[in-house]
Structures are given as C-alpha cells and as structure tokens.
C-alpha cells in the first residue's frame, strides 16, 4: 500500500482509500517508488517585533510524496504547515522558549520554530532515511545554529541522559500528524506522559 501526502495532490483525502490501515506491502516493495522532492516554502508572519528579523522567509525541504505506512515521515503532511502557521502567528509564544517536536518528519514545523525558539530538538526514529532526510533538511536551514536532531523512537521506555536533559530543560512540546494507527498512538500518548513528568512542570504542548 502507498500513502501519498497532501504534496502529492491538494485534496489529500482523494489519495486515501479504505485500506489505509491495512497491512503494508512487503518490506522495500515500492520504497523508491517516488524520488526525492526538493520544495520551498515562502512564508510571513503578524509579530513585527519578531518577524522584522527573522534570518529568512523560505524554508527549503526535501521529501517525498509517496511512501509505505512505516516511512510516511519522508512526507509532507498538512499537519506540519498547519503547526508552522501556528508558530508564526503566535510568535510572542515561542520566543526565547526551548522547544521539543516529536516525529519532527522532514523537519519543517522544527525549522519555522528554530527561527524565533531559543533552541529547537528535532527528533524521529531511526527508520531507513527519515533521521538522515530531517537532518539534512535543519542543515539547510538552520540559520541561527539553535535546531539539534536526535533519534527519539515512542515505542522507547527509558531515555538517555542527553535526552533526559533535553526534556527536563523544554518549555514547549510540538507533534503534528503523528497519530495514525492504534500502536503508535497508544506509545505517543504514553512518551508525551513521561514528557510532562520531567523537569519543568509548566511545559506546553501544540
């Protein structure tokens, strides 16, 4: 089975048919069916306080728009551009904040929060290239040298000190598209629990 994003076709639902959460197709079978995709996105923002000096107003990333179930993190999904849009409209929010998103994908609502967050944690699972796609993706545009990439898998159940610190030190958690079979929701909701019991007790979550 091939899940395409909304890249692919703007009217994403028509690219979805009732076997979405059927089993996938054999391990590789169709994985390079689509290459990879380089798009930019222009973007403004409301806050002229903080928007007048941005280091940019693109972000360049690359992805795919057609992939098996276990990659759809090479995508670009409408949750991202949703959660970006979020973060620029609500700027005064995230300035100066240390920032957390969960299955950060290709990296794009991570790069639009790197532009006003004190620091930003890009995290995913190390599943073929999703870790190494979102790394290169943050590269690309990390202007402010504040967007750090890290594996972080939900299915985990202790975290390394690197990471415990990262979490006891953030102010805000992001995660968008992330809940899509019963599995990794369970394990989600389970990670974001133990999120919130470290460090700062004030954390927010979008």
Known sequence: MVISSEMKDDMFIRTIGANLFDSDFEDGENDSEDDLLESEFEFSCEDKTICDVLKTKTVTIQHKTCTSRDLVGLQVWRGAFLLADFILHN???FNGKNVIELASGVGLTS???GLIANKVLATDVDRENILS???????KNNHRKNIKVAEFDFF???YSQ???EEIETSD???AADVVYIEAVT???IKTLLNILKLGNKNKEVY
């Open 91 to 93: 700027a005064a929010r």
């Open 133 to 139: 796609l979102l790394r290169s993706n943050v590269n």
């Open 156 to 158: 985990w159940d202790e």
């Open 111 to 113: 790069i639009v929060a």
């Open 162 to 164: 690197s990471l415990t």
């Open 186 to 188: 369970k394990h989600f």
């Open 172 to 174: 805000i958690i992001l």
